[in-house]
């Protein structure tokens, strides 16, 4: 079910959720467009078909529908900007609130953090003791070694088309990953 985040562009989410991936802010191309990762470079949609996180191919005119599979979009912060240089520690730190209680009424499998830098922001700048183990480590994509509201987070690299860091072929990999980890939590019988 869709829930409000900036007029045009909603959240998705849903009880029962396999992953909610979790960007730190929509564009404006997505803001103006009211869909998620539609930047023109933005790769975000064909990693998710290529490691195989959705059985058919989908372009951001489809994000709603990504819920079929069990699989929630919302952003850190909901205000649309050019950069994340242009968003205040107040809206991070509204944000990281707004989506902690988010998690514990929706309860998803697991977190997919899009970018290293949204994993700084909601653990480094965290005033909880509760993430003090993962202050100081530098953060590289995969299984995070602590939990954000009893959920297990998975880093992903940032599929925008701005970060060089990552090839597609890595990026893949990270995608297909968060795949088989949420293969391996849905088979825990603890879960």
């Known amino acids: 079910m869709p829930e409000k985040g900036v007029p045009g562009l909603p959240d998705y989410v849903a009880p029962g959720m396999r992953v909610l991936f979790v960007g730190i802010n929509p564009g404006l191309r997505s803001a ?3 869909h998620h990762f539609a930047g023109h470079s933005n790769r975000f ?4 078909a290529d490691s195989k996180l959705i059985p058919i191919p989908l372009t951001y005119q489809d994000d709603f529908r990504l819920l079929e599979w069990g699989i929630g979009l919302t952003n850190l912060v909901a205000r649309p900007t050019a950069g994340i240089h242009e968003l205040s520690t107040q809206e991070y730190r509204e944000g990281r609130t707004i989506l902690f209680k ?4 929706y309860r998803p499998q697991i977190i997919a ?4 830098g949204i994993t700084k ?5 965290s005033e909880s003791q509760v993430y003090s183990g993962a202050i100081g480590r530098k ?3 995969g299984l995070y070694p602590v939990l954000l509201q009893k959920t297990p987070v998975f880093v992903l690299p940032n599929p925008s088309g701005r970060n060089a860091h990552y090839s597609y072929q890595a990026m893949r990999h990270w995608f297909q990953e968060l795949g088989t980890t949420i293969a391996d939590l ?6």
């Open 45 to 48: 949609w064909k990693l998710l």
């Open 32 to 34: 103006q467009l009211g």
């Open 186 to 191: 849905s088979a825990r019988k603890d879960w």
């Open 102 to 105: 988010m998690i514990e009424v």
């Open 113 to 116: 953090l899009l970018g290293l």
């Open 121 to 125: 922001i909601l653990f480094e700048e």
């Open 139 to 141: 953060v590289k994509p």
